[in-house]
């Protein structure tokens, strides 16, 4: 029987994750001693398997309230890419595939055209190179040309439809110059083969009510000040009710959708073929020396791996891979992840943030990242980790679909 997707508001804490956090507290940091002064949230779910390998999963939670607004940032480029490839599909047109030349006009400004990618072989842009690219170093341009493909009507039905009702995709990351009624707007889109047109996108408009999005929730008006883009400081608070949101629950979710399949029903999955799931696993696990296209051979492995690895630039062992998105704006972190363990046969997922701004200015780029954030959320990942390597299964589980991917 498949997984229901069941709306969470104020869930109550898990005693297994308090004692955790309780015992281990000195190994998370300045966060660890006091972790509702940082809004963390934590969901930690557990997999056990019998004997035909089919997963179960027994959340546990602390602190996660749906209700309660943090900037999920980055994090939204994992359902992005989920959907961006599973509306190319549902195209159904010949010859078209995540390879694809994929060009991208340009409508009224801000909006720019994509014509070539430098990092991409042959220069051509395709949806699997932005994909690739949004997954190793977190790129907003790569984000951004997906949201155009799909629409924030697109992208925000697609979510409620598979049960996200706490989610929100309602803008561009990283770029200036666009008003909230521009990013309604998207780029017309086109794809090729050699030189044949394979499909027509024109600019579009789509839009959603935010405000009704907004119902009920919490801490939309954040701290005492901000600073403008241009550098001008205003005393007042800083409002994030037009801003996008994926509650932690949510992020959870849409990710164990894409690695646990069959374990959802037909209508909550995401509608993509084998070889779509393939390669989002190895999008989402590989190091960055390990790509030639896009290339960065400069990039640690601990790199947009916040959870055990991302308080210091360090290698990952062979035997362990993360299948994870970050993100990290306006003081708040957030990972959302798969962790395995192909020598001590452990999996879990792991999802958390954290929120750090001592002085209460938004967009001032002063905040306590590396002091408090990534010690805790790494020291977070390290405290799970040893509690699964010790934990008792019934059956080990066979990883092999996760760790026999190739990388390149």
């Known amino acids: 029987m498949g997984l229901s997707w069941t709306h969470i508001e104020a869930q109550p804490d898990s005693k297994l994750l308090k004692k955790l956090l309780s015992r281990n507290a000195e190994k998370l940091g300045v966060a660890g001693q006091s972790p509702d002064d940082f809004e963390v949230q934590i969901v930690y779910t557990q997999i056990d398997r019998d004997s035909k390998n089919t997963p179960s999963f027994t959340p546990h939670y602390f602190n996660v309230d749906e209700k309660r607004y943090f900037y999920p940032a980055s994090t939204v480029k994992m359902p992005t890419a989920f959907i961006a490839l599973e509306k190319l599909r549902a195209l159904q047109v010949s010859g078209l595939t995540p390879q694809s030349l994929m060009i991208h006009g340009q409508g009224p400004p801000p909006q720019t055209t994509m014509l070539f990618d430098s990092t991409a072989p042959n220069h051509g842009p395709s949806l699997a190179h ?31 439809e598979k049960g996200f009702h706490n989610s929100r995709i309602v ?16 780029n ?20 959603i009510d935010i405000q009704e999005h907004n119902a009920n929730r919490t801490s939309l008006l954040r701290g005492k000040a901000y600073t403008t883009n241009e550098g001008e400081k205003i005393e007042r ?19 164990q959708r894409v690695l646990f399949p069959a374990s959802f029903p037909p209508e909550q999955r ?13 999008c989402m696990s590989i190091h960055p020396d390990e ?16 959870l055990m690895f991302g308080d210091k630039e360090q290698s990952i062992p062979d035997h362990i891979r993360i299948f994870n998105k970050v993100g990290w704006a306006y003081g708040f972190l957030t990972d959302v992840a798969y962790i395995i363990d192909t020598k001590n ?10 929120h750090t701004n001592e002085n209460k200015t938004y967009n001032d780029g002063i905040y306590e990242i590396e002091e408090v954030a990534l010690p805790f959320l ?27 991917l190739s990388y390149q």
């Open 130 to 160: 932005y994909i690739k690219h949004v997954f190793i170093v977190s790129d907003n341009n790569a984000n951004n040309r997906m949201y155009e493909w799909c629409g924030q009507k697109y992208l925000n039905e697609t979510l409620w």
């Open 171 to 186: 803008h561009r990351i990283g770029i200036g110059g666009f008003t909230p009624e521009d990013n309604t707007w998207t």
């Open 188 to 207: 017309p889109v086109v794809f090729y083969e050699d030189k044949d047109l394979l499909h027509y996108q024109p600019l579009q408009q789509s839009a």
């Open 237 to 255: 608070p800083f409002d994030f009710s037009k801003k996008n949101f994926l509650s932690l629950p949510d992020l959870t979710g849409i990710l």
């Open 270 to 282: 995401f509608k993509l073929l084998p070889e779509d799931y393939e390669f989002l696993y190895q």
């Open 291 to 306: 790509s030639a296209f896009p290339a960065y051979p400069q990039k640690a492995d601990s790199y947009v791996k916040f």
């Open 345 to 354: 046969k452990v999996e879990f997922m792991l999802s958390a943030t954290i």
């Open 378 to 404: 790494a020291g977070l990942g390290r405290v799970i980790y040893d509690h699964e390597v010790k934990r008792k299964r019934t059956h080990q589980p066979d990883l092999s679909r996760f760790s026999n």
